[in-house]
């Protein structure tokens, strides 16, 4: 079985979240997947759906060069009575998405202040 075939839903999940510039090639008996993603969550996700193929990444022959590129919307002024989840329902991104392209400010999702101006990645 070639790695491929055995990574098939990780590489099936790179395509589905149109992650540019996908490169996969097998060399070494590793499989080498390359690529820029749309935003932090879609690499989060094809990290998780490694891990499920390959728990605590035991047979290390995947290696996920996975670059982040979210373009930047609009920036948004935290208001009193904010949060991540409502700020991203407004703009129809997940708070997850916000929480990654603002970590340089946020280091608690749940803990965040009138008046920070926040990032907002188009999705």
């Given amino acids: 079985m070639s790695l491929q075939d055995k990574y098939k839903t990780l590489v ?20 080498y997947i390359d690529g820029v993603a749309k ?32 373009k930047i919307l609009r920036e948004y002024t935290v208001e009193i009575g904010d949060s991540l989840s409502k700020i991203g329902k407004a703009y129809g991104v997940s708070w997850q998405d916000i929480f990654e392209a603002n970590k340089d400010i946020i280091s608690n999702p749940d803990l965040i202040q009138p008046g920070w101006k926040l990032k907002i990645p188009i999705v």
Avoid: F, T
């Fill in 12 to 31: 099936d999940l790179a395509s589905e979240l149109g992650i540019e510039n996908l490169q996969i090639r097998e060399q070494d008996h590793v499989l």
């Fill in 39 to 70: 935003s932090a969550a879609d690499k989060d996700k094809l990290w998780d759906a490694y891990e499920k193929a390959d728990p605590e990444y035991r047979s290390a022959d995947v290696v996920m060069n996975i670059e982040v590129q979210e």
